[in-house]
């Protein structure tokens, strides 16, 4: 029989084990905000994570997301979507959750509007690239 004392650790009999409960390796988190695009005015300078910025790849800036992570991002007023890669630190103006490269907008078709409504969906957020 399992037995319990406030301030001890439970003890367990010889054909019982403790349940072990542990979080999904890939947890996902949604959020919905602005996301804005940049692009020739940053191409070939240094990243956050030490990269190059190329404004033709799927990347993005988010303040704290690891290096690495893989975003699925969904522009709200077409239900376009597109994977990235966080590489980059920002955005920097308020209210804003991304900063995307010039072909991540591009693929999202939001290149005349500069900025919009997007859902953000955490799909891995291990450091691997």
Do not use: W
């Amino acid at each position: 029989m399992l037995q319990f004392t406030p301030g001890r650790p439970a003890e367990q009999g010889p054909t019982q084990r403790a349940a072990i409960h542990t979080a999904p390796a890939k947890a996902q988190t949604l959020v919905d905000g602005i996301a804005s695009y940049y692009g020739r005015e940053h191409q070939g300078k240094k990243t956050a994570s030490g990269e190059i910025f190329d404004m033709d790849q799927l990347t993005a800036a988010h303040r704290s997301l690891p290096f690495g992570c893989k975003v699925k991002v969904t522009n709200l007023s077409n239900n376009r979507s597109v994977i990235l890669r966080i590489n980059d630190r920002g955005p920097y103006v308020p209210g804003r959750i991304l900063d995307l490269s010039r072909a991540a907008a591009e693929q999202l078709e939001m290149i005349r509007e500069g900025i919009v409504k997007v859902k953000m969906e955490v799909l891995d957020a291990d450091r691997s690239r």
